[in-house]
C-alpha cells in the first residue's frame, strides 16, 4: 500500500497548489474593489416603494432593510417599485418607466448613471390583461446580472397565487437571486471544500491504480528469448486504418448586449 503514497502526493499537492492560487487572485481582486459609495444625490437606504399597497409596512421594511444588504454586497442601488396602473398596461411601458427611474432619481453606486438595478411591479391588468414586470440594469451591473439572468430571475414572480396575494415571499426570492448574481466578485469555494476536493481526488486516483498492473514488471530479459534465440511469435505489423477527422471551430465576430446605457429583463404573467 505504501508504493501509492506517491501517487497519492502528486494529485492532492496539485490540487492544494491550484486552490491557493485561485483563492490568493479572489483576495487580490476584492481587496482592489472601491466599496466606497460615489453619490450624493441618490438616498440609498430607501429601497422599497409598495405604491400598489400589496405588501404590509412590517414586510416593507424587513424587505428594505435586506435590499440595503444586497446593495453594499453588490456596489449597486436597488430600489424595488409595485405599481397600479393601467397607463402603464404593457410590458414596454414599464420597461420605461424602470428606466427613467434611475435616470430622473440619479441612480448609481459608483455615481448618477452608474449601478443600478430597478424592478418594478405593474399589478394593473388594464392593458392586454397580464400583469407586466421589468428589472432594468445600468452601469457595470450589466457585466454581472446579465439581461438573460434577469429574465430568469422574474420568473418567480409566477408562484404568486393570485392578484389579491401577498407578493413578499417572491420580492424577497428576487432580492436573493440578485444578491447572487450581481455580486462583482464570488469566492470560488470555502477553504475547507478545496481540502476536502484535493483529499477525493486523491483517493479516487489510488483506488484506480490500486489493482492496476502499475509498477508491476510484465517483461523480464527472457520473455522473448527461446534457446538463447529471439522468439517474437507475432511478426506482423498491420496499419489497419487511420481516420482523421476535421472541423473548423467556428467564432462569432457579433457582441452581446443591448444599445444604450440600460439593460436588463421583464416578465408577464
Not at 28 to 55: E, F, I, P, Q
Not at 125 to 139: A, E, F, L
Not at 192 to 215: D, E, P, R, T
Request: aromatic fraction near 12%; glycine fraction near 10%.
Amino acid at each position: 500500500m505504501f508504493k501509492y503514497l506517491k501517487y497519492f502526493a502528486i494529485p492532492f499537492v496539485i490540487t492544494v497548489i491550484l486552490t491557493i492560487v485561485g483563492l490568493a487572485s479572489y483576495s487580490t481582486a476584492k481587496n482592489s474593489l472601491d466599496t466606497v459609495r460615489h453619490n450624493d444625490v441618490w438616498d440609498y437606504n430607501y429601497c422599497v416603494y409598495d405604491y400598489a399597497g400589496k405588501m404590509t409596512q412590517a414586510e416593507v421594511d424587513s424587505l428594505n432593510s435586506y435590499l440595503i444588504e444586497i446593495e453594499d454586497k453588490c456596489l449597486t442601488d436597488i430600489v424595488f417599485i409595485t405599481i397600479d396602473d393601467p397607463e402603464y398596461g404593457y410590458l414596454d411601458m414599464v420597461h420605461a418607466y424602470a428606466d427613467s427611474v434611475s435616470e430622473e432619481c440619479g441612480l448609481g453606486y459608483d455615481g448618477p448613471g452608474g449601478s443600478s438595478i430597478v424592478f418594478v411591479d405593474n399589478w394593473s391588468r388594464g392593458g392586454d390583461g397580464k400583469i407586466h414586470s421589468w428589472m432594468s440594469t445600468t452601469g457595470d451591473v450589466r457585466n454581472r446580472l446579465s439581461d438573460s439572468d434577469a429574465d430568469e430571475i422574474l420568473y418567480i414572480l409566477d408562484e404568486i397565487e393570485s392578484d389579491s396575494a401577498d407578493p413578499y415571499d417572491q420580492y424577497y426570492q428576487i432580492a436573493g437571486e440578485i444578491g447572487k448574481e450581481a455580486a462583482p466578485l464570488r469566492a470560488p469555494f470555502p477553504g475547507w471544500v478545496a481540502l476536502v476536493a484535493a483529499i477525493v481526488v486523491a483517493a479516487i486516483y489510488i483506488f484506480i491504480n490500486l489493482n492496476s498492473k502499475l509498477g508491476d514488471v510484465t517483461v523480464n530479459s527472457h520473455t522473448y528469448v527461446d534457446g538463447g534465440k529471439g522468439n517474437f511469435r507475432v511478426k506482423t505489423d498491420t496499419f489497419r486504418n487511420k481516420v482523421v477527422t476535421k472541423r473548423k471551430i467556428e467564432t462569432s465576430s457579433g457582441s452581446g448586449g443591448g444599445g444604450g446605457s440600460h439593460g436588463g429583463g421583464g416578465h408577464s404573467r
